[in-house]
């Protein structure tokens, strides 16, 4: 256990649809990043912040939204879902601001199915 | 382009050898390598990090090199067992990035006993 925790665990939707996904990070981390996961893409940075600011960005969709609250908790938007967005979306947090390169740990993930 | 290329194919070894997996990086300069491990339905798990001065590191039955001259990092896994077998990827942090990680597509190790 990673101690990064995600809900919810599993989530179907419908095309056009639009989500929240939820992660709390380990007790003491002040960085959250967001990552997709799909077969085809591979492991792809989405976001991230750190204490509640965002710090750096990936190829993240204009559909997709994330923010970072004042209890480091986290929250990922994704509205009018598509096919393609079906993935497993992971969190991972860690201690620093980035790019020192402490550790990420990751969540267990969301896997996000659009039907 | 920028790519980061892992051996696409998956690795059969015997139970008691040495498991070698390949990272090759393009257009990057990274600050750091560093490798994780994840298993199916799972959240990657970290394993060693390498930074850009550093040739080698190790860790247990693990090592890692970095060759920044041949964009390069080698992942070794010493007395493999079964318990190892996993997708193995790595990832780089590209500078002034924050914690920015570019993951390549993972390498799926098996050990046979």
Request: charged share 20%; glycine share 8%.
């Amino acid at each position: 256990d990673s101690g990064v925790t995600q809900t919810p665990k599993h989530l179907i939707t419908a095309t056009g649809q639009r989500v929240t996904l939820r992660c709390s990070p380990r007790s003491g981390d002040l960085s959250v990043y967001w990552y997709q996961q799909s077969l085809d893409q591979g492991l792809q940075f989405l976001i991230h912040y750190y204490n509640g600011e965002e710090r750096a960005k990936g190829n993240i969709l204009e559909r997709f939204s994330a923010q970072q609250f004042p209890d480091l908790h986290s929250e990922l938007n994704l509205s009018s879902l598509e096919l393609g967005d079906s993935a497993l979306y992971f969190c991972a947090s860690s201690v620093d601001s980035g790019g020192t390169g402490n550790e990420q740990f990751f969540g267990p993930g969301t896997r996000l199915t659009v039907l | 382009s920028q790519k980061i290329e892992q051996n696409s194919e998956a690795l059969n070894i015997q139970e008691g050898k040495t498991a070698t997996l390949t990272c090759n990086y393009t257009n990057y300069s990274p600050a750091y390598l560093q490798w994780y491990r994840q298993d199916p339905g799972r959240g990657p798990v970290f394993l060693l990090l390498i930074r850009e001065n550093e040739k080698e590191k190790r860790k247990e039955r693990l090592k890692v090199t970095f060759d920044t001259t041949l964009k390069q990092s080698l992942f070794h896994i010493t007395a493999s067992q079964p318990a190892d077998s996993a997708t193995y990827l790595c990832a780089l942090a590209p500078y002034n990035q924050g914690g920015k990680l570019i993951f390549g597509q993972g390498t799926e190790l098996s050990v046979k006993p």
